[in-house]
């Protein structure tokens, strides 16, 4: 129990600290200028919050503690990427089938970005952790 709390805790860590700086100096600047009219001011915190805790959860569950238990941190990586892309896969072409103001720009920065995070915040968090409960 007490390693999975530390890999959730080393993944979230890792995941949230990246994601602040991917948002203030990559996606933000591109939402704005193609849906700056639906921006909330200020941010919805307790929605980022739940997102981020449960998406956090699910990587660790389904792609993180397995790998960890392999000792495959190349394992973790992979199937973050995959995780990764499903989810703001599924978030950014939704989005683009059926908001207006959506842009190709958004869908391809922000899918990217989603999925190269969870890859590599899957990989980071077993890299952590790797060895040091065995």
Not at 53 to 66: C, M, N, R
Not at 126 to 133: C, K
Request: proline share 4%; aromatic share 14%.
């Amino acid at each position: 129990m007490l390693q999975a709390t530390f890999l959730y805790a080393a993944t979230a860590g890792v995941f949230l600290a990246l994601d602040v700086l991917g948002i203030r100096f990559l996606i933000r600047p591109v939402f704005e200028r193609n849906v700056g009219h639906l921006l909330a001011e200020p941010l919805r915190l307790g929605p980022a919050a739940l997102f981020y805790l449960g998406y956090v959860a699910g990587l660790v569950w389904l792609v993180s503690w397995p790998a960890l238990k392999a000792n495959d941190p190349v394992h973790a990586l992979i199937g973050g990427l995959i995780i990764g892309l499903m989810c703001y896969g599924t978030y950014e072409m939704t989005n683009y089938a059926t908001l207006a103001d959506w842009s190709w720009e958004q869908v391809i920065i922000d899918g990217l970005w989603g999925t190269l995070l969870t890859g590599f915040s899957a990989w980071a968090g077993v890299v952590l952790l790797s060895g040091r409960f065995n």
